[in-house]
């Protein structure tokens, strides 16, 4: 009996666990927050800005827009070196034969 208990307890939580986080997800997106962007002020802001590059909001974290141009500036860096390594590759190649 008493395992039974024991797991109708458990099953009981879980199912209050899932009303919570529901009921945190419901109001979240009733309340949004706020975000304003501001300029990055201390060393650790410039740096996660990359000095200003990317927009910073008022919560310290990069908005929605500024991690589009911090991933997009990172995809063109690294098109720029696979491109650089496919050329070096082919001129190896072709300087060798």
Do not use: C, W
Not at 2 to 7: F, P, Y
């Amino acid at each position: 009996m008493d395992n039974e208990t024991r797991k109708a307890a458990k099953k009981a939580q879980k199912q209050r666990d899932k009303q919570r986080v529901k009921a945190e997800k419901e109001y979240a997106k009733a309340h949004p927050i706020k975000i304003e962007v501001v300029t990055p002020e201390t060393r650790q802001e410039m740096r996660l800005t990359r000095k200003g590059r990317y927009e910073l909001g008022s919560d310290g974290k990069l908005t929605p827009i500024g991690k589009s141009k911090r991933l997009t500036h990172r995809y063109n860096l690294a098109i720029i070196f696979l491109a650089l390594l496919i050329i070096a590759t082919y001129a190896y190649f072709f300087l060798v034969n």
